[in-house]
């Protein structure tokens, strides 16, 4: 009975270390190697050695206000005191409510309507089902065909794995959903680009065929994220999503943008629809949302959806949309949300960012020349450099890189052939500065 014993609380042993099966992670390596992180505090996370180590990818992309923040410590204990659990099913706890409003005030125009869930995948589950229920009830039951992105990736349910886009997420699961993907937006001549590579149009162009080719009336939503974070930083190019839009509009398909990473300030506003001006019928939301403190996720659906599923011909007493979570709405994942949504505002997060990214953009760039980089990429505070293969292996430098950094004192991200940075919205240059230093070196010294 080792786990109830409080002398062996927080102790680690070979049968703990087995007991975690850790997600993405190389479970093997890690148990011989492990690496472990025990405080956070501003943008620096401590080991259990007591070692700084400075956050530079903000956690999972969440804690861009960084850590330990007392508001949002004092209103999660406040709430949890005075109310912990409600359900949201045919009852409501105000809180709930007030965050809904609080995020449709932030949202684009016509965006007014929130779904509350746990998590990205969860958000991104909602929004396709959401997407397909809408066109059952608007009288198209056909249109159920979701379109994905080469390289995307909407979480691991098997709704986001279906219209996901990265190989290794997705070969161990067999047949998923009926999904089609656009091509991604990695082009060899735009390598190196400083932000927004040009011609996008052309590239979103290629929905015409997909839509020649499944047919508008079998298709319900082309689901992307604004940029891809985990595929590695992959940046729409200029004119990319807007013409996503028109194509949408025209044939009566749906947009929904995965906003779990570009949320909440990455790009520079709120949200990403703002900084590329255009906005989607749906925005899926979650880590940000609470600055990772709490798990939490949202889908924002336009009105006319939501409109959709109240016109239905049901008995007053019928459930619209018969989907949720248990823990939907959860008050006290409400209460972190709404202490987050007032740093945001009370730091100046977005503006921030806007001031920092072109410093960051500057310090990213001035890595090209290192050894096996053949791309950077940035686009607000976030960045990736993508590696040579060591032989036929395309994933060893990365995360060769990503331990020795751990050990240097910054924590990065490695994925697939990428290094990927969303350092804490409230970092300072020259905390940049080192993060960059450290970079170089450890790259350096990476055969
Ligand atoms: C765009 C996007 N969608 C969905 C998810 C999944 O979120 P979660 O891990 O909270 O389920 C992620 C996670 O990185 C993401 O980047």
């Given at each position: 009975m080792a786990g109830t014993d409080p002398q062996k609380k927080g102790r680690i042993n070979s049968e703990s270390l087995d007991a975690f099966w850790m997600p993405f992670t190389s479970n093997r390596h890690f148990k011989r190697n492990p690496l472990f992180?025990?405080?956070?505090?501003?943008?620096?996370?401590?080991?259990?050695?007591?070692?700084?180590?400075?956050?530079?990818?903000?956690?999972?992309?969440?804690?861009?206000?960084?850590?330990?923040?007392?508001?949002?410590?004092?209103?999660?204990?406040?709430?949890?005191?005075?109310?912990?659990?409600?359900?949201?099913?045919?009852?409501?706890?105000?809180?709930?409510?007030?965050?809904?409003?609080?995020?449709?005030?932030?949202?684009?125009?016509?965006?007014?309507?929130?779904?509350?869930?746990?998590?990205?995948?969860?958000?991104?589950?909602?929004?396709?089902?959401?997407a397909r229920a809408y066109w059952r009830m608007k009288g198209q039951p056909g249109k159920t065909k979701l379109i994905g992105r080469s390289k995307g990736y909407h979480g691991v349910n098997l709704g986001g794995t279906s219209v996901g886009g990265i190989g290794g997420n997705r070969k161990l699961f067999g047949s998923c959903l009926d999904t089609d993907?656009?091509?991604?937006?990695?082009?060899?001549?735009?390598?190196?680009?400083?932000?927004?590579?040009?011609?996008?149009?052309?590239?979103?162009?290629?929905?015409?065929?997909?839509?020649?080719?499944?047919?508008?009336?079998?298709?319900?939503?082309v689901i992307v994220e604004p940029f891809s974070g985990s595929g590695g930083v992959i940046v729409p190019p200029q004119g990319y999503l807007k013409r996503l839009r028109e194509l949408c509009t025209r044939h009566g398909v749906l947009l929904v943008f995965d906003e779990v990473i570009t949320g909440f300030g990455r790009t520079g506003q709120a949200f990403a629809a703002q900084t590329f001006d255009t906005t989607p019928d749906i925005i899926n939301l979650a880590k940000g949302l609470t600055n990772g403190t709490f798990p939490m996720g949202a889908v924002i659906a336009k009105s006319e959806i939501y409109a959709a599923f109240m016109e239905q011909e049901l008995p007053e007493e019928a459930v619209e949309f018969p989907h949720g979570y248990t823990y939907s709405g959860h008050p006290v994942a409400c209460s972190a949300a709404l202490a987050t949504l007032d740093l945001y505002e009370t730091d100046q997060t977005y503006a921030r960012v806007r001031q920092l990214a072109p410093y960051f953009e500057d310090a990213i760039h001035q890595l090209k020349g290192l050894p096996h980089i053949t791309d950077i990429r940035n686009v607000g505070l976030a960045g990736a450099l993508q590696f040579a293969p060591r032989g036929a292996n395309p994933t060893i430098r990365p995360y060769e890189i990503f331990r020795k950094c751990f050990e240097a004192g910054v924590y990065v991200r490695c994925g697939g052939n990428t290094i990927q940075l969303a350092p804490p919205f409230i970092s300072e240059k020259e905390e940049l500065d080192n993060l960059f230093n450290i970079l170089s070196d450890v790259i350096q010294a990476t055969a």
């Open positions: 992180i025990s405080g956070g505090q501003g943008a620096y996370y401590s080991t259990p050695e007591g070692k700084q180590v400075f956050d530079g990818l903000s956690g999972l992309w969440c804690c861009g206000l960084g850590h330990g923040r007392t508001e949002i410590v004092n209103a999660v204990s406040r709430q949890m005191a005075q109310l912990d659990y409600s359900p949201a099913f045919n009852v409501g706890s105000p809180i709930a409510f007030e965050l809904a409003d609080r995020l449709k005030q932030i949202a684009p125009e016509n965006l007014n309507h929130v779904f509350f869930t746990n998590s990205g995948s969860e958000s991104a589950d909602t929004s396709l089902k959401m993907h656009l091509s991604h937006t990695l082009l060899r001549e735009n390598a190196f680009s400083r932000g927004l590579p040009e011609n996008g149009v052309e590239l979103a162009d290629e929905l015409e065929e997909l839509v020649a080719l499944h047919d508008a009336s079998n298709i319900a939503a």
